[in-house]
Structure formats: structure tokens, C-alpha cells
């Protein structure tokens, strides 16, 4: 199917598309860079009556039952409360949604006192509202990207933006395919659990949580849909199902359904002017290798981002830490001494804690790595194609190390490597080639309400899996990589340290990741 190449993508401003699936005669498109899907071309009124034929749209006015849209808009209201300090008394609130009636009512019953619908900004100055809801409507916007900024302006700093939107990898879009009822004339966009956030932080948002939301439908409320909504394999089945059922019955029974839309709760803060990098760099002992890697850290270019350094050097006893306080003297470049080495997990997590960036880079201060490969690691990043990224060491070969010196033991690592990399994929779902590979590479963000706690190597371990539980998709880009042996100073230990990786691989899957507690005690501390 032909695409207007000139019809650009709002999110990473590609032009290059891919068609992807066709419901009701609209075809979809998909941005082969952020993997945004858009609707296109946008069907004409006649279409539209067309697609919409037999419906309640049509036919009669089925309408809904208030209780399931009262329950809906409160979840809605919930949310808010819970992410915020919100005065619902003395707060300014920004509703934006097409069922902008139904949600001020609610939020008004609930004690908001302050509700402004999105006809009234016109005469409003910005930075005026302490929240804003977006409810179901971003999908439906012409300039998705646009609104989102308008959005931000029009808050206060630290004030709370709640979204629902149904998203692409929600699991009806995946189950039910084509005949998903989202793929409707009115909405234009699909985003993805990934690019919406990308998207956010892109605007000037922070502390971004998702929620997946499983509401209660009467199956009142689920007929009336099926009555509304174009047809499809799915809806017909229902229309046929429980038009027999007595209105009374499909007004008390209550089904909870998984929801195409999830919940996003974030929090607007200033954006730097420029996109900054924040460079991890933990060094023990490494005084033959640091001065090289960190002066090719410090003059690699990276076109349109800054960079910031973290050198966290951990008590070193063979001058390396005299070589830091001697070289590491530039603006762009802090030092977290530390008072004794407790291990590179211990040194990453001291380097987060006071990373200011937009996006993180683990690098350790031996040589192993190319730092020519931060463009290729970047750029799936700055393109909103994914949030958390991997430097694959495999190129095709399973041989990943190879000591000259020590052939017997590199075969002993590589095959470890291919037993607790199957160990990880199998447990919590992957299929990574190289899950324990030193560059990492993730906007900042994604470590929100996350808690650290290995210090050694394990510490490898725990990021990725701890992501991967809060919902990212690592993306694995190949990397170069020379492996170095022990006696020129890997520090791996072979006995102590697949002990702390088996611990680590069953200890964390059980973690939970509560971004509502972390919330709260944003709130108790004031951090907005």
C-alpha cells in the first residue's frame, strides 16, 4: 500500500513506513524508527458512516450504564490522588477527553473543586494547573506530540499528568489482532508501553508509571460497546450472545476483562536544553587501563548530547586512585571517592544515585569495550524505538571470550555464560543473547521505584532482571569487545561470584515493583 513519504512521524520525525494491518478498509502503518502506528489515510465522512453501518451509531441509541462510567472515571481520579500531594479543595485540574462530562462530574462528587475542561485554556495563562487528566483522547489527536507540549506548559512544576490510552502490546491489541475494537475511524495513533514513555520524557516528564487496568464491566456496558463499536468477529459474538439475556441480569453481573488502555501517572519537571549523558564509570584498580578509557570517554563526540562523567573509584591500592585525582580535573567530570571496594555493583549504584542525565551509560575503565559503539547504543534511544539497551557482545559466535593466555578457562566462561543466560531467559521470559554485558544503556527514569542492592558482579544481574520485572524490553545491539584474561586484571571471581548469580536469578523473581508506595513516599518527603 502507497504512504506519503512527506507525511512525517510527530514522535521521531522519520518518514519511513511499513504497512502493517487493515480493519473496516483503514489501513495502518507502522514507523519503521519509533514503531508508532498511525492511520492513514484518514477516512472521509462517508467511510466513516459506512464503517459505522448497523451499529447503535445508526440504528438507536443504546447509551450506557452510569455505574460503569462513574467506576471508570473513578479509577481515573484514584490514580491521581494516590501519585500526588493534590489538594482536591484548592488544586486546578485540566480534564482532556472525549467523555469530559462523565469525568468532571465524577472527579466533582469526589471533592475537586477546581475542574477545567480543555475549551477553557484559550483564556487561561500557562503553568496554572496542579494536575491534568487525559482520558482516552491522545489516540485521537492530529498532532499527539503537540498537545502533550501544551500539556506541559499549561502545568505547574512537579504538578501530576494522568493519561489512559489504549496501548499496542496491551494484551486484547495482541490477542485479538485486526478485530481489536480500538482500530476505530476516530483514533488516528497507537502508541506502545515503550515509545509513550519515550514520548513523555521527550516533553518534560518524569516518574512515569504504567498500570495495566483490569476494570469490572457490567455486561450492560459490554453489550452497549459491542453495539457501538464497528463490526467485528468479536462484537458480533457478543451482540448474539447477550441480547438474550434479560436487562436486569446484564445489569448486575460484573466481569473484570483486561483493558486495552493503561493507566500512565507522571510528573512535569524542567527539560534540559540539550539531552544529557550521564556516564557511569566504577575503577579498582586499574591503573594500566584508566588513563586510555577515559580519556577516549572524554573526547568522544556525540552529535546533539552532552555528556557527564561519574568516576566512582573505590579505594584502590595500586595509584590508581592518585591517577583520578590527578586527570579527572574537568567541568564535565565528578569523582565519588569511596572509602573501601566492596565491589562494581557497590561503585554503579553510588554513580546513579548522582547521575543528572537523561539517559545512563554503564562503562568500566578497562579496555574490553569499544566507546566507538555509543552512537549505535544511543540511537535506538533517541529515536523512541526503546528505552533500556544492551551492547551485545555475540556477533554470530557463541566463542565470546577468548584468553591467549588462559584458553581452558575462557571455554569455561563461555560455556558459564550459556548456562545462566538460559537460566535468565527461561525464568523470566527473554530470549537475550548477552543479558550480563557491561554496556548498559537506559533512560534514567526507568530506575524510578526501583531498589538496588547487590555490590558485586551479581549487580549485572539485578539491573537487568529488576528492568525487565517494571516492564522493559531490552534491545540488543552487536558491540566490539576484546575479552582480557586474569592475569592482565579481570576481577570475576570463578567460585564466589556464580554463587552470588544463581542467588540472584531466583531472589528477584519474586521483586515487586510498587510504584505506589514509592509515590506515597514521594509525598510523605515532598519530592515533586
Not at 279 to 304: A, D, Q, R, S
Not at 371 to 396: C, E, M, Q, T, W
Amino acid at each position: 500500500m502507497d504512504f506519503d513519504k512527506k507525511n512525517t512521524c510527530p514522535v521521531c520525525g522519520g518518514d519511513d513506513w511499513t504497512y502493517a494491518m487493515n480493519a473496516h478498509g483503514l489501513a495502518y502503518f507502522s514507523c519503521d524508527t519509533c514503531l508508532l502506528s498511525k492511520l492513514h489515510p484518514r477516512p472521509s465522512e462517508k467511510k466513516v458512516k459506512h464503517i459505522y453501518k448497523g451499529t447503535a451509531f445508526n440504528d438507536s441509541d443504546i447509551g450506557e450504564p452510569s455505574d460503569t462510567i462513574i467506576e471508570r472515571a473513578e479509577v481515573y481520579w484514584e490514580k491521581l490522588k494516590e501519585s500526588s500531594n493534590i489538594d482536591p479543595e484548592k488544586s486546578k485540574i485540566l480534564v482532556i477527553s472525549h467523555e469530559s462530562r462523565s469525568v468532571v462530574e465524577v472527579g466533582e462528587e469526589m471533592g475537586f473543586k477546581n475542574i477545567y475542561s480543555e475549551e477553557t485554556l484559550e483564556s487561561m495563562s500557562d503553568s496554572i494547573f496542579d494536575a491534568a487528566l487525559m482520558i482516552l483522547a491522545l489516540e485521537k489527536m492530529e498532532n499527539p506530540i503537540e498537545v502533550l507540549g501544551f500539556v506541559h506548559e499549561a502545568m505547574k512544576p512537579g504538578g501530576i499528568f494522568v493519561i489512559a490510552s489504549p496501548m499496542l502490546d496491551s494484551w486484547p491489541a495482541h490477542f485479538f489482532r485486526d478485530a481489536w475494537i480500538e482500530l476505530r475511524p476516530e483514533n488516528l495513533f497507537f502508541f506502545s508501553t515503550q515509545n509513550i514513555q519515550s514520548v513523555l520524557l521527550e516533553t518534560g516528564f518524569h516518574r512515569i508509571g504504567l498500570f495495566p487496568n483490569r476494570p469490572r464491566y457490567t455486561l450492560q456496558h459490554i453489550y452497549s460497546r459491542a453495539c457501538i463499536y464497528p463490526r467485528t468477529r468479536l462484537t458480533r459474538l457478543l451482540r448474539r450472545f447477550l441480547k438474550f439475556i434479560p436487562e436486569n441480569i446484564l445489569r448486575k453481573i460484573r466481569v473484570r476483562v483486561p483493558s486495552s488502555a493503561y493507566i500512565i501517572t507522571a510528573t512535569k519537571v524542567k527539560p534540559h536544553e540539550e539531552k544529557l549523558l550521564s556516564i557511569v564509570m566504577p575503577v579498582y584498580n586499574e591503573v594500566n587501563t584508566f588513563e586510555e578509557c577515559f580519556n577516549k570517554v572524554l573526547y568522544k563526540e556525540i552529535k546533539g548530547i552532552n555528556k557527564e562523567i561519574i568516576v566512582v573509584e573505590s579505594n584502590s591500592t595500586d595509584g590508581t586512585r592518585e591517577l583520578v585525582q590527578e586527570i579527572c580535573v574537568q567541568d564535565n567530570v565528578s569523582v565519588v571517592s569511596q572509602d573501601n571496594a566492596r565491589g562494581k555493583g557497590y561503585a554503579v549504584r553510588a554513580g546513579l544515585q548522582v547521575a543528572r542525565g537523561d539517559i545512563v551509560l554503564i562503562q568500566d575503565a578497562d579496555l574490553e569495550y569499544d566507546v566507538d559503539d555509543y552512537d549505535a547504543l544511543l540511537n535506538p534511544i533517541l529515536n523512541h524505538k526503546a528505552l533500556f539497551v544492551l551492547g551485545s557482545r555475540h556477533s554470530g559466535r557463541w566463542k565470546m571470550r577468548e584468553f591467549n593466555d588462559q584458553p581452558v578457562l575462557a571455554s569455561l566462561f563461555n560455556f558459564g555464560h550459556l548456562i545462566f543466560r538460559g537460566l535468565l531467559n527461561i525464568i523470566y521470559g527473554q530470549s537475550l543473547k548477552d543479558p550480563f554485558t557491561m554496556y548498559k544503556v537506559f533512560r534514567t527514569d526507568c530506575q524510578y521505584g526501583l531498589d538496588f542492592q547487590c555490590n558485586r558482579f551479581d549487580f549485572d544481574f539485578e539491573i537487568v532482571i529488576k528492568l525487565i520485572l517494571k516492564g522493559y524490553k531490552p534491545l540488543e545491539v552487536p558491540v566490539n569487545y576484546k575479552a582480557r584474561s586474569f592475569t592482565e586484571g579481570k576481577k570475576v571471581s570463578t567460585l564466589r561470584d556464580p554463587l552470588t548469580w544463581l542467588r540472584a536469578l531466583v531472589q528477584f523473581r519474586f521483586y515487586k515493583v510498587d510504584l505506589l508506595s514509592v509515590a506515597e513516599k514521594d509525598r510523605k518527603n515532598g519530592n515533586f
